[in-house]
């Protein structure tokens, strides 16, 4: 079975200005679109994050959870890795090196 997957691609600073459109995304993805089973959201063009940003991440990831889907993540730099890891967060959130393994390992499943 295929899972159906939705990426989010974040840009910039992942700031209170960002945390708000982000999890905007996210309602709309658990209000409009039932067959989304796992939202990827892809940090490539993501420079920086601040607390607001990782809150925004948790919240995302238990709204998610709270129905049935899953938040993973991919193509985090460095200063979003050192956040995470302080914070205990990579533990909680599977982390990809980017976007292809994602699917090499999603589809292998």
């Excluded at 796992?38 to 990782?54: A, C, H, P, R």
Aim: charged share 25%; with cysteine.
């Amino acid at each position: 079975m295929t899972q159906q997957v939705k990426v989010i691609q974040l840009n910039g600073n992942l700031d209170s200005t960002q945390s708000q459109n982000f999890r905007e995304k996210i309602t709309e993805i658990i209000e409009g679109e039932k067959i989304t089973k796992i939202v990827l959201v892809d940090f490539k063009n993501v420079t920086f994050m601040d607390s607001s940003g990782l809150g925004a991440l948790v919240l995302a990831f238990k709204a998610l959870k709270s129905v049935d889907r899953k938040l993973v993540v991919c193509s985090i730099n460095e200063q979003v890795r050192i956040l995470f890891e302080l914070t205990g967060m990579d533990k909680v959130f599977e982390i990809f090196p980017n976007e292809e393994e994602f699917h090499k390992i999603v589809i292998s499943k």
